[in-house]
């Protein structure tokens, strides 16, 4: 699987009879599939191409053929099409998570994952790196060396992705206000909570809510 992000360069040599699915999407569907990309969009950028398992490919491959199917045919659902793209990023999270916490290749793999554990339960009330180093037992910055080592991210990034998703998800999925959200998740006001979102989107709240 390989994946392009935009103004990437890139050149595939490819073999002939060589068979290969293509999907396309624009930058607002993407915001809504990133919310099922578990880890750092850095990651991704410096390992575009990852390696599948058969078990694994079979599986995509299902995906994208029935997106194609439903995208040729004349009664073809957009949100079904929609799901089957969720499913895709879906698989390939877990497929990358495995490849990064593989304590074959990474001495740190149960670190980085009680990293995220942590991260799923306290980013809302705790965003300084100092805080998850001290549950870790390690220095604040050999965290950063270890993240930046195998995530390709900094804590801090890390922290603020996961803080990301989880105001897209609110921000989507219910009829809480912007006011509401900012303080769910641990802003002191609106304001603070827009500038955040925005810096880290490029949209505003309020923006990515009615898109």
């Known amino acids: 699987m390989h994946i392009l992000f935009p103004n990437q360069i890139h050149s595939w040599k490819v073999k002939a009879r060589s068979k290969a699915y293509q999907l396309m999407i624009d930058k607002a569907y993407f915001e809504k599939l990133s919310l099922h990309f578990r880890h750092s969009f850095a990651y991704y950028w410096q390992h575009p191409a990852i390696l599948l398992s058969p078990k694994i490919f079979a599986n995509l491959l299902y995906e994208f053929k029935a997106i194609q199917e439903e995208l040729t045919s004349e009664n073809g659902l957009v949100d079904l099409i ?114 955040f979102f925005k810096k880290n989107t490029g949209m505003n709240p309020s923006g990515f809510k009615t898109e």
């Open 82 to 195: 929609r799901a089957r793209t969720f499913v895709i990023a879906s698989i390939l999270s877990k497929e990358v998570e495995k490849n990064i916490l593989d304590d074959t290749k990474n001495p740190y793999s149960s670190r980085l994952i009680q990293f995220q554990e942590l991260i799923d339960v306290y980013f809302r009330e705790e965003k300084s790196i100092e805080f998850y180093a001290e549950k870790l037992h390690i220095s604040a910055s050999q965290l950063s060396k270890i993240c930046r080592k195998y995530l390709q991210a900094s804590p801090a990034q890390l922290i603020h992705q996961r803080c990301v998703l989880e105001a897209k998800r609110l921000l989507k999925s219910t009829d809480l206000s912007i006011k509401e959200i900012a303080y769910q998740l641990g802003f002191a006001d609106a304001p603070y909570f827009t500038n």
